[in-house]
């Protein structure tokens, strides 16, 4: 069974970028679709974007597709989330995740630890 784990969350200033890595072990990422969902404290897990396991065709939320991009690294077997301008309301854990049912719901099988994103302004 696949594994993921999450790298590249700290601390920034607003407008600044990042560079969030979800590692997978177990199987080869370009045959799985991985998601990218965030949960910002006291609100519910939300999806921000996917890339497609068969071609590779990434997906992100309108709420931030101006400024979050997903990336793909079959050699590596990493899915990256490029942020760029970042604001206070990015602050949130950011998540990985592959075996979902249903993307907008967030509903995954398998789930990352989290990596942990703080914005300050």
């Known amino acids: 069974q696949v594994q993921l784990v999450e790298s590249g969350g700290r601390s920034v200033q607003a407008g600044d970028s990042l560079r969030l890595s979800c590692a997978a072990s177990?199987?080869?990422?370009?045959?799985?679709?991985i998601g990218w969902f965030r949960q910002a404290p006291g609100k519910e897990r939300e999806f921000v974007g996917r890339v497609a396991g068969n071609d590779g065709r990434t997906n992100v939320a309108d709420s931030v597709k101006d400024r979050f991009t997903i990336s793909r690294d079959n050699a590596k077997n990493t899915v990256s989330l490029q942020i760029s301008s970042l604001k206070p309301e990015d602050t949130a854990v950011y998540f990985c995740?592959?075996?979902?049912?249903?993307?907008?719901?967030?509903?995954?099988?398998?789930w990352g630890q989290g990596t942990q994103v703080a914005v300050s302004s």
């Open positions: 995740a592959a075996a979902c049912t249903a993307w907008d719901t967030s509903r995954c099988n398998i």
């Open positions: 177990g199987h080869p990422i370009s045959t799985i679709s």
